[in-house]
């Protein structure tokens, strides 16, 4: 029994950690060829990032169909393979 709320517990942490709050940013660049974006961002606080302009990979090339240069974005940042990727970006407008 304390293995299973161990276990259930440090799946808690894990989520948890994973999960964060969006992110407010404006699209400045997209690369669709290399699947990357260009966003001038919020703080990131989860991975201590100031507030800056930087270019990250997207998780699904269609994000990029989604958004234009110049718009006003709310985006999800996650680490994956060591990576800074968007996992999620959703506009907000011009």
Do not use: C, W
């Amino acid at each position: 029994m304390k293995r299973l709320l161990a276990t259930v517990a440090l799946l808690a942490v894990s989520l948890a950690a994973s999960a964060q709050a969006l992110v407010a940013g404006e699209v400045k660049k997209i690369d669709k060829p290399a699947g990357r974006i260009t966003l001038k961002h919020a703080e990131i606080k989860v991975y201590d990032m100031p507030g800056m302009t930087g270019a990250y990979k997207v998780q699904d090339p269609a994000m990029l169909d989604k958004v234009q240069v110049g718009d006003r974005v709310q985006f999800s940042l996650d680490r994956i393979n060591s990576v800074y990727t968007i996992t999620k970006i959703e506009p907000l407008g011009r």
